[in-house]
């Protein structure tokens, strides 16, 4: 899978927690969760279940508190993935 694929995944996993739906239409692997797409922290729990079930893949605790950009959401779907 691409990294544009995934982040087109993330992309419709991400829309109903981002708050700056400006910065989701430019949503980039260098886009913060929180700072710049403005999703709060309780909701980084709900995206990180959302991926887990998108990309049929497990996440452990080191791994969703690295996840903090898209960046480093699609690092962690690529080394996961089958």
Do not use: R
Not at 55 to 73: C, K, P, R, W, Y
């Amino acid at each position: 899978m691409t990294q544009e694929e995934i982040i087109q995944k993330l992309k419709i996993i991400i829309t109903p927690y981002a708050k700056d739906k400006e910065a989701l239409n430019n949503i980039n692997p260098d886009s913060d969760f929180i700072k710049d797409l403005k999703v709060n922290s309780a909701n980084l729990v709900d995206i990180v279940l959302d991926v887990e079930e998108t990309f049929n893949i497990e996440i452990d605790n080191d791994a969703m508190e690295q996840m903090l950009t898209v960046g480093s959401a699609i690092q962690i779907v690529q080394t996961k993935l089958p």
